[in-house]
DNA sequence: CTGAAAGCGCTTACAG
DNA sequence: CTGAAAGCGCTTACAG
């Protein structure tokens, strides 16, 4: 039962009394063979615990029924969710996953890709870059490419994007529904791009509706919740009119809403808030926390099925398809209160 | 300079004016080539674009360079803390990384296990059951492996114990010191083992302190914040004698300190309490609250250099090392006043 | 220090 | 429907 080495499509070929070719044939699920000879043959690598080598299939085939996920970083829920949803439909698909991060330059990127492109059939790859998608089939021309962005800036240069702007914008035209007309945005990290792309959502809303920018107070933000208390804290101190704060993220919103507690300003009553990226505390706060979700599982999920779709059609697409996930707005008592 | 296929060894040989045995040779920094040949290799290879095959490599030499990393789910932040350390360490060593996740069965774990089996040199591998470290070395004989578990329980059969009992002792400990005698425990969901370990820990630290059962108050909990926020409710219905809590986790201790500042009772003044898996709202929350912190980055890196020393030893190790990973103990405000 | 050659375990035209 | 055989791109004794 026990072999000192893996057996091989020899060995199941000689069990089952065929040729190595049907074998592999049977494992190919190819329909030229007969019934009883797959039975035959299944039976055979069963008793012997056979399984394929990937590296010789791969090797000879060109298949190595893997495919690789490329990301900024390798880091927190982003991550997770990502992976999370590629890998639950790669299973499906007999497909497994190889993850790599990568550090700063495009060099070294490629120098990863290069490195990773004879272990995978297709790639997920997540990197800001112009013209980037033309470098990659350039320099990597064998290989199908599903290229991600956060940012709609880039929407021209890859194929899917999460989109960071629209989000920031549905919160905002939803206070301004709510008929707040003097509404406050903290920022995020200063240079940060979904920080930007979010400001930029906020001002479009606040733009489109109409309110004048005399009327909006841009806070700094660093994105932890310390800023956040911060920021309303000095907004509270400069003018007391704001009615509505959109927040570039929950943690802050979240410092936000501790400072007006603690400073007897009621929420959603006096101020209503808004946060971004939808964190499990915003729904176990008190008042729970209205905010944007972004729809990362889908964005997975149909990172994985653009994919699929590229390698299935052996073709190496170079128009970038530029589709956009969007996102979702998740309204809550923070901001349940109608001026 | 763009080639129609991959360039392969025979390319970069007939440039070089060498043969294929030298320039796999200096690909494998094999010390017995000139310096200058060396130069002339890596010259031609830089001019062609390139890099060796992984199937070829893997096929005839046995190298994948790419180690498994199977968890019960790949979801959250212990997934996404995982892979990250092990991935930063992997990378320097040359490693890529292939994630999978496992449903349910034995018999489709090994599955995995097998498929996955021929795509890597070494596996790090996380499910509980007693045994099988003995049953993978049996089915899988040629793959090094290490074992993780989050169960001390289980510390006899696997390599590696992310340690949640002395996580709890730990907590309780702490709350014993500062002074309390009557100590009430959230405990976790019912029949999670994460829970019963927790509990078990609380329990040995108050058993070893002399304080007697009639002291101590076990609430029933789900993780979630909610049910932290009914427990101490039903607790001070209960009894107000009570004057520390420890939480199975954060999210109910939060749920917790919740129900204690909408009830006028004061933390850590009137209640001490301390939560375990130091999540980011742990600081961020006033009070600030005291938690365990499981170190999963170094249960990432110690595996990867555990299972790096059996795959340079070249032997399948199967004495279990048993080894476990301290958490550690973060004291903040919600559990700092002294009895 | 370098090269010729066998072999790793498959897939896939090509015959039959 | 099945088999014999070439070939995928490397590594590694074995000679020299």
Redesign the interface.
């Known amino acids: 039962m ?2 000192d ?2 057996p091989t499509i020899y060995d199941v070929a000689r069990v089952a009394e065929v040729s190595i070719a049907t074998v592999s044939r049977v494992f190919n699920k190819s329909p030229l063979v007969t019934e009883k000879t797959v039975k035959h043959v299944l039976d055979a690598a069963r008793k012997l ?1 056979f ?9 000879s085939g060109g298949k ?1 029924e ?1 495919i690789g996920i490329v990301l900024p ?5 982003f ?3 990502l ?2 949803s590629v ?2 439909l790669a ?1 499906d698909r007999g497909y ?6 990568q550090k700063g330059s495009p060099d070294e990127l490629f120098a990863t890709l ?6 995978i059939d297709g790639l997920i790859l997540m990197y800001h870059k112009e013209g980037l998608k033309e470098e990659i089939i ?2 990597c ?2 290989i199908p490419v599903v290229l991600l962005s956060r940012f709609v800036r880039y929407r021209e240069h890859v194929d899917l994007v999460l989109d960071n702007f629209t989000g920031a914008k549905l919160a905002t035209e939803h206070l301004i529904s709510m008929g707040h007309r003097k509404i406050a945005h903290i920022k995020g990290e200063e240079g940060n791009i979904d920080a930007l792309e979010r400001m930029e959502g906020f001002l479009n809303a606040t733009d489109a509706a109409g309110i004048p920018r005399s009327n909006i107070e841009l806070l700094s933000g660093t994105f932890r ?2 800023s956040g208390y911060n920021a309303v804290e000095e907004l509270f101190r400069k003018r007391r009119d704001i009615t509505a704060i959109f927040s570039s993220n929950d ?1 802050m919103a ?2 936000a809403l ?1 400072w007006m507690q603690q400073n007897g300003v009621n929420v959603p009553g006096d101020v209503a808030m808004c946060g971004f990226d939808d964190i ?2 915003a729904q ?1 706060v ?1 008042p729970s926390l209205s905010s944007v979700y972004l729809n990362t599982q889908k964005f997975g999920e149909t990172a994985f099925r653009m994919l699929m779709d590229q390698i299935a059609e052996k073709s190496v697409s170079d128009i970038p398809k530029g589709m956009v996930i969007a996102p979702e707005l998740k309204r809550r008592e923070s901001s349940s209160h109608a001026r």
Not at 73 to 77: H, K, Q, V
Not at 96 to 101: E, M, N, P, R, S
Not at 114 to 119: N, P, R, V, Y
């Open positions: 026990k072999q080495k893996e615990g399984t394929p080598s990937a590296s010789a299939r791969g090797l190595q893997t970083i390798l880091y927190g829920n991550f997770s969710d992976i999370y890998q639950a299973e497994d996953i190889v993850v790599a991060g290069k490195k990773l492109s004879s272990k350039r320099r021309p064998r919740q310390i943690a979240l410092g501790n499990e505390f176990m008190r």
